[in-house]
């Protein structure tokens, strides 16, 4: 079975654009969660969606956005990029919304903002 | 709220010792707790968890974790270090309800000695 696809996994962008990035979960998988990972702030939840819903929404400006399709593919959005965004954002699938339930990572894209 | 607190930011052994990474979480209710594991430039590598019932917790590549709750850890060991192992390890915490986000700690960075 495929695991969670990320693309693209490296991209760069300057202060201002926006970017999208792309998340394949694993097949059958229907909940997707996205985090941020720096340095200086260690992993941060973004946000989950299930069923094409929002689910949870982390602590970040409204300029991080996401949605989720009916195939549950998701993909987040950053408008206004700025240098502190420069990071890891990893994408996590599970089965559903459960606790107990394991989330599988993808590879990360890494964004660069010059 | 929820929160992970893992003692040492960087623990080195050397090949053959034991390796023991500290994890203690905060949670107003009973957790489900993590281990992750991740390699340069790839993405979080499930290691373990502990939902319910037995409180020792055998994962992957020999490592195991012992749920405590008087003492509010889940301390990760193996009992001797290869140097695959090396790698950064993330304790997470999650609770039940309708809050599925991974809480994280900031990570422990372990480096196995020859």
């Known amino acids: 079975k495929a695991g969670v696809t990320q693309t693209p996994r490296y991209l760069i962008k300057t202060r201002g654009q926006q970017v999208t990035l792309s998340c394949s979960p694993i097949s059958g998988h229907r909940s997707v969660s996205w985090y941020q990972q720096t340095p200086g702030q260690g992993l941060q939840f973004l946000f989950e969606y299930f069923s094409e819903t929002q689910r949870n929404k982390g602590n970040f400006p409204g300029r991080f956005s996401g949605r989720q399709f009916s195939n549950s593919r998701s993909e987040m959005n950053v408008s206004t990029l700025e240098l502190g965004d420069s990071a890891l954002y990893l994408c996590?699938?599970?089965?559903?919304?459960?606790?107990?339930?394991?989330?599988?990572f993808g590879p990360g894209t890494r964004l660069t903002v010059l | 709220a929820q929160s992970v607190t893992q003692l040492g930011s960087h623990v080195s052994v050397s090949e053959g010792a034991l390796v023991l990474l500290r994890c203690n979480y905060s949670?107003?209710?009973?957790?489900?707790l993590f281990w992750y594991v991740q390699y340069p430039n790839q993405g979080l590598q499930l290691l373990l968890k502990?939902?319910?019932?037995?409180?020792l917790v055998k994962g992957i590549n020999g490592f195991e974790a012992e749920f405590k709750k008087s003492e509010t850890s889940f301390h990760l060991t193996k009992p001797s270090a290869h140097m695959s192992d090396a790698a950064e390890y993330f304790c997470a915490v999650r609770l039940g309800g309708s809050n599925y986000k991974l809480t994280f700690g900031k990570g422990t960075l372990l480096t196995v000695n020859p």
């Open positions: 502990y939902t319910t019932g037995a409180t």
């Open positions: 949670s107003s209710v009973p957790p489900y």
């Open positions: 996590a699938s599970s089965l559903a919304p459960r606790g107990y339930n394991e989330q599988f």
